[in-house]
């Protein structure tokens, strides 16, 4: 692939993660409303939805159906309820900065999952562009992160879980229909989240209360179209371009983009130390990246 592409994929990428980034805002106001499965639930129903309808209105994408395609779709679908879940679980136990921080630890677990799991061999820029961001993303968590708690052990398959669907996506997704993928990943995730909101009695009044709030609706929106159905679709699409090591690092600048937004909408803190964690991180990205030359040695991620 060519730097261009490369670079133009990895920028695209990064404006996912500001999209994620901006919806931790959003989450956080709905789910004063909403129970957390509740709102998961109506978000990715309406992603789905409108990814469905993209598969309707695409005759490329009607004839991309396969038994791979659809088996992988799930398979990344299981992987990403994972993600929600387990990190769902481990907030009740732990601080927001403490899962921050472990959730983040993707970025040093994609590597790590792609040596033992791909058979893949990363130069010493993967592995440096992995301790900057983990070391930037303690700075941006704070001391707090030092206080572990029960709900750690859920968080860090959170992080994972995370791995792994990057993995899988670079390991499988390059010759899939990508609208294809999303739609049965995103609608997997839908079908997670209505079951486990289903076991709550007071799920159906909650959602009447919610959806009755314009704020809630326009975070559902918000979280739901761009911040899920188009975000995991480009995902799959520019993934495709860069590696999953790249990509882990790239994500790691969601809580980063967070932390900003929060400061700018709530009026959140941001401190020094919030601000030199988000450099580090910004640095990672610069060192991990393989077609930006740092002295006189060019180091591949190769593949055994």
Same mark, same amino acid.
């Given at each position: ?16 993660? $500001? =999209? ?9 106001? &709905? ?14 129903? @309406?992603? %789905? ?7 309707? $209105? ?30 769902? *679980? ?19 677990? =994609? ?37 572990? &708690? ?13 791995? *792994? ?10 010759? +899939? ?5 999303? +739609?049965?990943?995103? %609608? ?19 959602? @009447? /209360?919610?959806? /009755?709030? +314009?704020? @809630? ?15 995991? *679709?480009?995902?799959? @699409? ?26 700018? &909408? ?24 393989? %077609? ?8 591949? *991620?190769?593949?055994?």
């Amino acid at each position: 692939m060519t730097t261009k592409i490369r670079w133009l994929a990895n920028l695209l990428l990064l404006l996912v993660t $500001l =999209v994620w980034g901006a919806t931790f805002t959003l989450t956080k106001t &709905a789910t004063d409303t909403l129970p957390v499965f509740s709102f998961l639930s109506v978000r990715f129903i @309406v992603a %789905s939805a409108v990814l469905w309808a993209m598969v309707v $209105l695409s005759p490329r994408s009607r004839k991309a159906f396969s038994g791979r395609t659809v088996g992988l779709g799930v398979i990344l679908g299981l992987f990403l309820f994972a993600v929600y879940a387990f990190q769902t *679980l481990g907030l009740r136990y732990t601080t927001p900065a403490v899962a921050g921080f472990l959730t983040g630890l993707s970025v040093v677990l =994609v590597p790590v999952l792609g040596t033992v799991l791909m058979r893949q061999r990363a130069g010493w820029r993967v592995w440096g562009g992995a301790a900057l961001a983990a070391a930037g993303l303690f700075l941006l968590c704070g001391p707090g992160i030092l206080q572990l &708690a029960a709900g750690d052990v859920l968080v860090l398959l959170c992080a994972v879980f995370v791995a *792994l669907q990057i993995l899988a996506i670079e390991k499988y997704g390059r010759n +899939t229909d990508s609208l294809v993928l999303a +739609t049965i990943e995103i %609608s997997v995730v839908a079908f997670g989240c209505v079951a486990v909101a289903a076991w709550s009695p007071s799920t159906p009044n909650a959602l @009447v /209360h919610g959806l /009755h709030n +314009t704020g @809630v609706v326009w975070a559902i929106l918000i979280c739901a179209i761009p911040g899920t159905s188009l975000a995991y *679709l480009a995902q799959n @699409v520019f993934q495709k371009y860069t590696s999953s090591a790249q990509t882990a690092v790239i994500f790691s600048m969601e809580p980063v983009f967070a932390a900003l937004i929060a400061w700018m &909408a709530l009026g959140e803190g941001f401190t020094q130390l919030t601000g030199l964690g988000s450099l580090f991180i910004f640095a990672s990205m610069i060192v991990s990246d393989q %077609s930006i030359p740092l002295g006189r040695r060019k180091v591949l *991620l190769e593949r055994s």
